[in-house]
């Protein structure tokens, strides 16, 4: 029997991550945040000094751009960059944007497809992204995208900022929310869409253990499990 992938794309804040990360760990499959990766190189634009909006600048940096995942058996993914476990790094509000900005390079995309379509050859994946179903893995076994209402997201964040202690009117999050979708949806390299085949998850009015078992029924329905 040949390997599986499930794709799971989606847009911020439905909650991908974390129930990618589970139902992975629920299928013995390998977990892959493709994000991180964008993160990464853009962390790595930061550090060297480029602008990540720059074009020219970013993809002359990408052969020096060492760029490593590994992944612990509890579904952990730890990232590399030149050798440098820069995993907690990625996460800094400076690089969410510099992610943002090189990953709508066209030559980042190509560059970092075959890294990711390697895992898939090499394991049964869970894969999180954008265009996972679309571009990445256009035949994968599952496609699922998962998404919630833009208030519901909202909703989300607005709650995890305030445990966080960064708390920000609930209007701004949700225009925050809006104009990313905005961003995401209509950016001419790889923009957010459904595949045609991929079963959609909506969370909006269901909790996280709830979402999870949504998203989990669906996955063993399209696996034949
Ligand atoms: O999911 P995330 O926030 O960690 O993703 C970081 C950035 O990378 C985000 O701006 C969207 C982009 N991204 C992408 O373009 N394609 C993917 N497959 C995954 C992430």
Not at 65 to 80: F, K, N, P, S, V
């Amino acid at each position: 029997m040949g390997l599986n992938s499930v794709a799971i794309d989606g847009p911020s804040g439905a909650g991908k991550s974390t129930l990618a990360r589970r139902a992975a760990q629920a299928l013995g499959y390998l977990y892959v945040d493709t994000g991180a990766i964008y993160r990464a190189l853009g962390l790595f634009a930061l550090e060297r000094g480029a602008d990540p909006a720059d074009e020219a600048a970013v993809e002359a940096l990408l052969p020096q751009a060492e760029i490593r995942m590994e992944h612990g058996g509890d579904g952990t993914q730890r990232m590399y960059l030149c050798g440098e476990d820069v995993t907690e790094a990625i996460r800094r509000p400076e690089v969410s944007r510099a992610a943002s900005l090189v990953s709508a390079i066209p030559a980042v995309r190509a560059y970092l497809l075959e890294m990711q379509r390697d895992l898939a050859r090499r394991h049964d994946v869970v894969m999180d992204g954008r265009d996972i179903g679309t571009v990445v893995l256009p035949q994968a076994t599952v496609k699922i995208f998962l998404t919630a209402s833009p208030e519901a997201r909202a909703r989300r964040r607005y709650k995890e900022l305030e445990e966080r202690g960064l708390s920000q009117p609930y209007e701004k999050v949700l225009s925050d929310i809006v104009e990313r979708d905005r961003k995401d949806t209509t950016r001419e390299t790889a923009p957010l869409r459904q595949a045609e085949d991929a079963a959609v998850v909506d969370t909006t009015s269901l909790d996280l253990e709830e979402s999870f078992q949504a998203l989990l029924e669906r996955i063993k329905g399209g696996l034949g499990r």
